[in-house]
Structure formats: C-alpha cells, structure tokens
C-alpha cells in the first residue's frame, strides 16, 4: 500500500518535471485537500496508521502495478521490494519514518515515540538522506516536518526558511511556509502530498507518467511534452481532475522558459460545477473555495478536449504574464469565486454548446462571481455548433466568442479580439453581459464576429444587465450580419466615455442598438465611423437604419459625439421602430454634438420615425446631409420628422427650445409652378408646424444650393389638394423670434403678412435677417440649440418636416391691446394697467411684452398682478406666454376731455380670460371734441352778444351780470402793464355813481 503511495507522490513529481516549471503551495494546518470522489483519510490518523500504512497488519487492497505483484499483507508487502509496517500501542502517536531502497525494496519502521520521527529514503544512486519526522505537542497535535535541506553537493528544490547550514535540529519551519516544486533529476525533486487531493484511481497513469517522463528527461533535458492521458477507467472515474486546490493552498505554477506546456486528454464525462450551469468535460485544474491558483509564463494545452480551470466560489484564479491557454473545447475558464487577469493570453477556444453552458466563449463568469481584468488577451475564441439530437439551437439563448459574463465583469487594460459567435440571433463575438460590465481604462474589444443571422460584434447587455464604457475604452472594428455593430443593448447602458467605431451592419445600429424598453444614456464618448446600409432599404422594412445609433427604447444624450456615420436612413442617429409603428420610443438631447453624419435618403443628422417623439433643449447638429435617394422629398439635411398615414395621432413629433436654424442649405429643385423649397424648414402636408415665441426659435440665413432667395420656412398646400380633406393641417408661426426681435415676415414679393397668414394652412415666410444683424446676434446670444450647416439635396437644409414640429413653449396666447385717437388729443401718451388673475389669486409670472412693433421682453407683474406701460396715439402692445385661461382686466387711465370705447363700448376698462392659441384684441378709441370754428369776434369789451342757436331750439337772451363789463375791462393780462389813467377814470365813475344815489334819495324824500 505505501508503495501505492510513493507511487503517487513520484508521479505528481513527474507531472511537472517539463523543463523548470515551479509549484508552489502554502499550506494551511487546519485544511486538507480532497478530490470530490477521492477517499478523505481519518482526521486522527496520520500517512501509515491503520489502512493506510499497514500499521494494524492488515492493510489495504491496492491494484498491482504493471511490474508488481501483490499479495494479502498482514503489515508487509513483497513483490519487487519489501515495506514494513510497525503501528504503536499509542493511537495518538505517529510511525516513524522508514527507508526506501533504490533497487526496489523498502523498510519502514515506527517508534511511537512522541517528538521522535525519522524517515530515510535511499535514491538511486545508492545515497541516502535523512529527512526530519513531526512531533506530536502535548495537546495531542501535530507539528509539522520542517523543510529539508539539500546536500551540499546538491542545489535546493524549495526555498526553505532556515539556511541549508543549520542542523535538522532547529524548530520546524511555520505553517503556510512555501514548498517549492520544481523539474530535474529525481534526487531534486521533492514533493509534499498535502496540497493536492487525487482520486484514488488516479495514481495507475500517473506513475506510468512519471516513469516514462523521468526516462526521456534524463536522456534530453528540457525537450518533452508530459501528456495527461485517460486512464483505463475512466468511465468510472467521470470527475477526475489532475489538480484540486483546496482551502488554505496557495498554488504557483509557471514555467522558467515559458515554453512549458501542459497537454490534456481528460475524459469527456459530465460534472456539475453550480447549479444550472452544465459543462461537459472535465477541468484540468479545480480551485475550491479558499484555495488560489496562480499561473504565469506556462502554457496550459487542452488539446481539444477539456475545459482548462474550474474556480469555485471563494476560489481565486490570478493569470500573469506568460501564462497561456489554449485549445479548449468549452469554455477556457469557469469561474464562481475570484479570476484576475493581468496578463496571459486566452486563445483558440471553442466554445460548443454540446461541450460548455450555452456555447460560453473563452470564459465563463457565473453568477456572484467577480472577474477583473487588466492586461492580457482573450483572443481568436470562436463558437462551432452542431444541430444533433442533443440540443437544438434556441432564439433565447445568448452566446459569446471571448468571455460570457453573469457576475461583475471590470475590464481596464488589455484585449478581447478577433472572437467569433454563433449563429443565434443574440450572440456577441466579444462580450455576452447578463450581469455587470465596466469597460474602461484602455481596455479594447475589437475585431470580432457574429456569423449567419445574428447581432452584435462587440458586446451584447441583456435585459436587466447594466454595462458602462467610460474613459479612453475603444469597442471598434466588430462584425455584425444585422444590427448592434460594437453593442447590441437590451438593458441599462450608460456611455461616460469611450470610443464606438468603425463598425458596420445590414438592418440597424451600426454603432448600437438600443433594443426595445432598452435605456441609453450617453455623457460623453465618441461613435463614429459606423455604417448601416442595405440594398433593401427602401423596403416596407425600412432597414440600413442608425449609422450611429438605432434607438427603439430610450435614449438620452446629455454629451458626447455622435459623428461621421453613415446609413441609408438616420445617419447619426435613428429613433423609432420601422418595423411596429405602435412601439414608441424616446430621445431626448440636452448636450453633445451630432455632425457630419450622411443619410441616403431622410434624416442625415437625426431620423424621429412613425410614434416616437424627440426632445432637444441643449446641444448642436451641424453639417450633417440628406441625399434624397429614391425621392426623399423633405429630407432634412439636420432632422427628418416622419408621419403616420394611417393616423396622425401617430405622427413622428419634434419637439426644439431656444433654437437657432441658419445657415442651412437645401436643392435648386423648385415647384414646377414656381413655388421655392424651403431651406430652413420645409413641411409636407401631412405637417403641423408651430414655431412660438416662448423658449422659441430664430430662422433666418438659410439659403438654395446656388444662392437664390428661398422661404426660410415653408409649408405645402394643406390636403384637400393631395390626400385627406378632412385630416388637421395646422401651421402657426410666431411674429417673434428667440431674443425678441420681430421677424418681419413677408411673402415672396416683399408684402407683409397678415395674422390670417402666418396661422393658415400653407406658408412660405421669407425675412431678410442676416446672421451679422442685431436680431441674429440677439438670438445667438440665447441659443441653446444650434442647426447650422447641414445639407439636403431637396427641402428642408435644416428641417425636413412630415409629422410635428413644436418650437418653443406654446400655446402661444396674444393679448393685443391697441390705442386709438379720434379728434384733437390732449396729450400724447395713454397710460394702461394690465391686472391678471389665476382664479382668484394674482398672476405674477413672466410674459413677453411687445410694444410699437418692436421686439419682446420679459415682464413681470408687481404683488396684485398689476403691470402699467404706455402707449402713444395709434401704439399698441402685445401680450404673448400668458397661460390659458388666465383672466385680465385692461384699464386705461385719465385721457382728458374725451368720449373712450373699447371695441366700440362705452368705457375705459376691458375683461375677459386668454384662450388657447387665441388672439384677443382690445381697441381702446378715445374721441375728442372739435375745435369752435366761429370764435367770440368781441372777447375784450361792450354788450356781450349770446351764442348763435338752432332754430329748432331757441333760448332766451341772458341778461348781462352787472359786474361783468367792468370785470372783462378791469381784468388785466399776463404780462401787460398797468396806467394811472384808468385808475383815475374809475374812481371818477365811482363818486359820480354815488352822487346819483343821493340826488335820487333826496327825490323820494321830497314826495313823501
């Protein structure tokens, strides 16, 4: 039996005794390693006691060796050598060592005394060394051997923690001490069993390894392969593992050279590493939880057969540089604990569904499991089905060519490249992620591939999923035959940095696909370069969509670039479901910059389909180029606007805020009754066009191809002329734009147009506003969007319109109040007060004042919703951005000796509540008196005449007061100076009355 074990342990030795290649295992006192089918030795019995060491006499039943036989022991063994077995009465103590000889006989020999164990083993050259025994402490325990210590003709195999000169009589070495495993002669090889746990079966093809490999060594150092071949039994034995790392060991393996390669030809029976999880062949390397594996500058060859690694959880795996693994079938590495990658490659991995869990890549990481990433390779893996009765190939399952991800998967450094999936419809060249993925660093995927009809080069984030691509991480270069080129989203995406590009597909997504109920949110980044294009595009499918990105979910852009893709619809980006009209989808833009995008046909900057909406508050797209392919009609060089034919309800609708449109080019194709295209904005007549003055926009400097004056906004004929009669058509155009200043809208030949105009059914409004102008600059001042330099071969340079466009905040509600003057006036200015209620609370909020045809401004009401302005004769203000249904009362203060009407009623106030989209008009008409055409020829002296009266109406003639003559006489004017003469003359008069008075008293006396 113990030559059974001797075998094993010489075997292990040889596993590694390639050209130097390095195990090293710390050893942990209170763990042990067993394999998951191997028999786990007695917790109190130590190598020897009882059935393992024949110490009771009787020993175990061994399967003989090719070149053995054996016999029923009774402590003692004999074929080609002899081994002895003596057990002390003691349970608790341990044998003493024993001596094997090199020409095959063996003697071992036990004390039972506590603290003295010796044990000598004689090589094949005859020598003999003398190892140092444990010593049992008196709690019962057992320290254990110290290290040895070569010869000093001999170089040391392991690191040792005492110098080679010190006696075997100091204190053993600590636990956890390493212990050096390395390739050589027989004599340098020294190998501890403890680390490792083998099935018992295990042991028959090992020492045939190690037999034949010791051969070749020797007879050509450095130049072999150790070949792991299935044993016999291997239908029995169906969980055999060559190494399993258990609790406490830490494992180094690594070549000197790094030209060590391990081969593998396990056998192919099932084992069960987790729950829900199948792989089909056995790993080369187990680590249990506890347990750490390090591999670097090794080669690690599974010869198209096993899976390589199996980490459990609690496991951890580090791969360094150098380290290497290869041609697998399954999946590279399983892992449920800890994976590392700092270096290394992980390369020409097959990854077939009979073989590994769903046909995984490279790597599996499983549920719970972290795998971190910062340097290495995972590169050339590829998927290879076979449609046999084991399974059938399912549109729900998800595969990848480089690694599958179910846990928490960080990558800053390093490659995952030149991958290939398989042929179902989510699979992913070079990341599968149904966990968490951060991608960042320098870290790159690229260059990988989906076959037959499938999705995603790059990276596939599944429903729940959530992946980040942050700082300077590229995904370019992948291969998709249908849509999501570098990443096809299903879940939570959220782009803080990073590159997209280069990548192409048939259908949609070029860049990404963001997947219905999907959301995507980009900060910053670059996606560029990438292309969607199908020679079907013009197909009911509407496929080629979304050079940059195709959006069927939501989509937000606070950052970041969208630039230089290309796609048959959508060139920057596309947002919609062309193939369900009644999914909706959302993009909303609040920063960042789309550019330079080209569409073949509608919508080379942005493409809103049939039921989705798009809000812009904040950002820019310029220079971006609608071709009109295959009669594009309103292409929209910068934004197409699509429509629903069969329900306006479900019209594609724009929603923009403080925009600017200029500098916009659209084509020299006129109507063929003369009519111009638009260059600004031009609209179907399937369009609702509102363009307000709230949070509104400025259209102006928008020009033909060859520079000839064209309507800056242009909307077609309304429908009774084309499709539908009896469908909404509404077209609204506000007299302000952004900054305030009035537009100034006129019609081809210069005339100015009526409210009734710019509210109608069909419009071409031209103004002649330059972008050099103060009301540009005003407007440039305030704008948060801009849509400049974009290009499209027919109408809308700017905007190309069949669905809804909104820009600014409406309704628009105008409160007009206008000042008219009949008769000479008095003065010359009119004061108003303006009082506005919510119910019955006071408005104070912001609206647009207007006054004279000048440009808006922001006012606001005082604490009673009061507001007071001025108007001069024939002015008039208008109110614009009061709410519906906010109540006014308008009055006008004191305007002299007049008659006032408003809207031909007697009095000086008018009230009412604004209405949606309504214009309210208030005209206050004060009438004044005519001037007196026969004025008083007599205003200074003598009887005073009375006023001429009608004939109709004849008063009586009024008696002159007595006082009033000398009144009208003696008054003197302003200015004039005043004579002695007079003052004499009217006292003269005066005494002269007085004397009269008193002759005519004296008469009246006289009579009586």
């Known amino acids: 039996m113990k030559r059974r074990i001797l075998s094993g342990v010489l075997a292990l030795c040889m596993l590694f005794s390639l050209t130097p290649v390095t195990v090293l295992a710390e050893e942990?006192?209170?763990s042990s390693s067993v394999s998951e089918t191997a028999n786990a030795p007695d917790e109190d019995k130590m190598p020897g006691d009882g059935e393992n060491g024949g110490g009771d006499g009787t020993g175990g039943e061994q399967p003989a060796s090719p070149d053995k036989e054996t016999d029923e022991e009774t402590g003692s063994e004999t074929g080609n050598g002899e081994e002895t077995g003596t057990e002390p009465n003691d349970p608790d103590k341990e044998p003493a060592g024993g001596t094997d000889n090199g020409d095959g006989t063996g003697e071992e020999t036990g004390s039972g005394e506590a603290g003295d164990e010796t044990g000598k083993t004689t090589d094949t050259d005859g020598n003999t060394n003398e190892e140092p025994g444990s010593e049992e402490n008196t709690d019962g325990t057992n320290t254990p051997d110290e290290e040895k210590t070569p010869a000093p003709d001999q170089p040391s195999s392991q690191p040792s923690s005492q110098p080679s000169s010190q006696p075997d009589s100091q204190p053993p070495a600590p636990n956890n001490a390493p212990v050096l495993l390395r390739a050589g002669e027989r004599t340098e090889i020294e190998v501890p069993c403890h680390p490792y746990s083998f099935d018992p079966e295990l042991e028959d093809f090992l020492w045939d390894i190690f037999n034949y490999t010791n051969a070749g060594f020797k007879d050509n150092p450095g130049d072999y392969k150790l070949l792991v071949t299935e044993s016999q039994d291997s239908a029995e034995n169906s969980q055999r593992k060559l190494l399993n790392i258990t609790s406490g060991y830490d494992v180094l393996l690594t070549g000197q050279t790094g030209n060590e390669i391990l081969t593998s030809k396990a056998p192919?029976?099932?084992?069960?590493?987790?729950?829900g999880v199948t792989f089909r062949t056995n790993p080369l390397f187990v680590v249990e939880s506890g347990g750490t594996l390090t591999i670097s500058n090794l080669t690690l060859d599974a010869d198209g057969r096993a899976n390589l690694i199996v980490v459990k959880e609690g496991g951890t795996l580090i791969l360094e540089d150098g380290a290497v693994l290869t041609n697998c079938v399954g999946s590279a590495i399983i892992n449920y604990g800890t994976l590392e990658m700092r270096g290394g490659s992980i390369t020409n991995s097959d990854a077939q569904q009979k073989q590994s869990y769903e046909g995984n890549g490279a790597v599996l990481n499983g549920p719970g499991a972290t795998f971190t990433m910062t340097g290495g390779s995972i590169t050339d893996n590829g998927y290879s089905a076979t449609n046999d009765a084991e399974r059938s190939i399912s549109n729900d399952s998800g595969?990848?060519?480089?690694v599958t991800n179910l846990g928490t998967f960080t990558m800053t450094g390093g490659s995952i490249s030149g991958n290939g999936a398989g042929c179902l419809s989510?699979?992913?060249g070079g990341v599968y992620n149904a966990g968490i993925f951060t991608l960042g660093g320098t870290a790159s995927i690229s260059q990988n591939t989906t076959v037959l009809a499938n999705h995603v080069g790059g990276v596939y984030n599944a429903k729940s999923a959530t992946f980040t691509l942050q700082e300077n991480a590229v995904i370019s270069e992948n291969e998709a035959m249908q849509s999501g080129g570098g990443v096809y989203n299903a879940g939570t995406f959220n782009m803080n940095g990073g590159t997209i590009s280069g990548h192409e597909v048939t259908q949609f997504g070029g860049g990404v696909y963001n997947a219905i109920g999907a959301t995507f949110t980009m900060k910053d980044g670059t996606i560029s370069g990438n292309t969607s294009r199908s020679e079907n595009s013009t197909t009911a499918l509407n496929v080629g969509t979304g050079g940059g990105v195709y959006n069927g979910g939501t989509f937000a852009m606070e950052g970041g670039t969208i630039t230089g893709n290309a796609a048959t619809k959508g060139g920057g980006i596309?947002?919609?479901?062309?193939?369900?009209?009644?999914?909706?989808?959302?993009?909303?833009?609040t920063g960042g910059t789309i550019s330079n995008n080209t569409a073949d046909a509608n919508g080379g900057g942005l493409f809103v389909f049939t039921n989705s909406a798009a809000k812009i508050r904040r950002g820019s797209i310029t220079g971006n180029t609608a071709n009109a392919v295959n009669g594009g009609g309103f292409s929209g060089g910068g934004i197409y606007i699509n429509q629903c034919e069969e329900d306006e309800d479900k019209n594609g609708t724009l929603f923009l805020y403080n925009v600017a449109i200029y500098g916009n080019t659209s084509g020299t194709n006129d109507y063929a009754d003369g009519r111009k295209e638009g260059s600004g904005i031009a609209a179907c007549p399937y369009s609702n066009v509102h363009v307000y003055m709230t949070d509104g926009g400025a259209v102006f400097g928008n020009s033909s191809a060859d520079g000839?004056?064209?309507?800056?906004?242009?909307?077609?004929?309304?429908?009774?002329q084309y499709l539908n009669p009896d469908r909404v058509h509404a077209v609204q155009l506000s007299r302000y734009m952004l900054g305030g200043s009035a537009y100034n809208w006129t019609d081809a030949g210069g005339k100015a147009l009526t409210d009734e105009q710019l509210r109608a059914d069909e419009i071409a409004a031209y103004n002649t506003i330059t972008e050099s102008s103060d009301a540009a600059k005003a407007a440039l001042a305030e704008a948060d969007v801009i849509i400049s330099g974009n290009t499209s071969a027919d109408r809308g340079g700017g905007i190309g319109c069949n669905g809804n466009l909104y820009i600014g905040t409406g309704p628009e509600n105008i409160l007009r109040i206008q000042k008219q003057v009949s008769g000479p006036a008095s003065q010359q200015e009119f004061s108003f007060t303006l009082a506005l209620k919510t119910g019955d609370v006071p408005y104070t909020g912001e609206f647009q004042l207007a006054l004279n045809g000048g440009g808006a401004q922001s006012v606001q009401p005082n604490d009673q919703g009061q507001y007071t302005f001025t108007l001069p004769a024939n002015g008039q203000a208008e109110c614009l951005g009061l709410p519906t249904g906010t109540t006014y009362t308008v009055t006008e203060g004191a305007a002299g000796n007049c008659q006032t009407t408003v809207n031909g009623q007697?009095?000086?106030?008018?009230?009412?509540?604004?209405?949606?989209?309504g214009i309210i008009t208030l005209a206050f008409l004060n009438t004044y008196p005519q001037p007196d055409p026969q004025p008083d020829p007599q205003p200074g002296g003598g009887d005073e005449q009375p006023a001429p009266t009608p004939a109709s109406t004849p008063a009586p003639q009024a008696t002159p007061a007595p006082a009033a003559q000398p009144v009208a006489v003696a008054i003197p004017q302003t200015g004039d100076e005043m004579p002695v003469v007079p003052l004499v003359v009217v006292t003269a008069a005066a005494a002269a009355a007085f004397a009269a008075l008193l002759v005519l008293r004296k008469r009246r006396h006289g009579r009586d």
Do not use: C, K, W
Request: glycine fraction near 8%; charged fraction near 20%; proline fraction near 8%.
């Open 906 to 917: 007697s009095g000086n106030t008018a009230d009412g509540s604004i209405t949606e989209n």
């Open 28 to 30: 942990n006192q209170t």
């Open 708 to 720: 000839s004056p064209q309507p800056q906004i242009f909307v077609d004929e309304p429908y009774d």
């Open 399 to 402: 595969y990848a060519g480089g």
């Open 426 to 428: 989510r699979a992913a």
């Open 268 to 275: 192919t029976d099932a084992v069960e590493p987790a729950e």
């Open 574 to 589: 596309h947002s919609g479901n062309p193939l369900d009209e009644n999914i909706v989808a959302a993009f909303t833009m």
